[in-house]
């Protein structure tokens, strides 16, 4: 009965989703399959938007600034004051133009996800949040060994200030797998799980609004409008979280660079 149900439901026009609905069609065919995926198509899109932004707008800068200027000068502040300043302090400033960097990248591929033709964000693929979450490891970590040398660093990394000696046995594993190991899997995992779920809730309005439409009963009908009028409305909200979760992500990489350059925990 298994078995036969995919086919009767194929024979009735019913699709349901499988395996085959995450394999991201190729847009170039005369290249290696894989090599130039609909996700990886966008990636390459949205650092060559963000590049062309930048420099467009600050070809030319005037006292006076352009619409376009004010809004890149705006992006950076908001990141350099906002994040790097408020949270790091005045030693956080040389990573700045990182953080704006990463603030704008996850941005651009997030509001993908609500842009027509595209309508997926990379970073519902969990290979693009890890690499953005192992890069802040990497910069975290490398700037605490920079600054305090490697052992000091772990030190200060698992042995909070003031633990009694007693205590160690139990807060060193806790303190290096929560500052050492995780930090890059808790960054990876909420920024791809809200651009999924975000994702999927769209899905879930405008097929259901779909398939209402097309509905037998013409009581059901009427009732498609109820569902495209949600995604229209979920879809402002995606945006929210879209630019919150692009906050997020980069308001904690700065907090945990905060956490290596200082001199204890």
Request: hydrophobic share 55%.
């Amino acid at each position: 009965m298994s078995g036969a149900a995919p086919a009767i439901l194929a024979e009735e026009g019913h699709f349901p989703p499988g395996t085959d609905s995450f394999n991201y069609a190729d847009w170039f065919g005369g290249l290696p399959k894989g090599m130039i995926t609909t996700i990886t198509f966008m990636v390459f899109l949205g650092v060559g938007l963000i590049i062309l932004f930048f420099m467009l707008a600050n070809r030319n800068p005037k006292l006076v600034p352009t619409r376009g200027q004010w809004i890149a000068e705006s992006l950076y502040g908001f990141v350099r004051n906002g994040i790097v300043k408020d949270i790091i302090g005045p030693e956080g400033l040389r990573f700045a133009p990182y953080f704006a960097t990463l603030f704008s990248f996850i941005l651009m591929m997030n509001v993908f996800a609500i842009i027509p033709m595209f309508q997926i964000s990379p970073n519902s693929h969990i290979a693009f949040p890890a690499v953005l979450g192992v890069l802040s490891w990497l910069l975290y970590n490398w700037v605490g060994i920079k600054k305090h040398g490697f052992w000091k660093y772990i030190k200060n990394s698992c042995i909070p200030s003031g633990t009694p000696i007693g205590m160690y046995p139990i807060i060193v594993p806790i303190e290096f797998l929560s500052n050492l190991i995780l930090r890059p899997v808790t960054l990876a995992v909420r920024l791809f799980a809200n651009m999924f779920a975000g994702h999927m809730i769209l899905l879930v309005f405008t097929l259901g609004g779909v398939a209402l439409l097309n509905a037998e009963s013409v009581f059901l009908r009427p009732v498609s409008v109820v569902s495209f009028a949600m995604a229209i409305v979920m879809t402002f909200f995606e945006f929210f979280v879209q630019l919150l979760q692009a906050y997020v992500f980069t308001l904690l990489t700065a907090v945990y660079v905060q956490g290596s350059l200082a001199d204890e925990h």
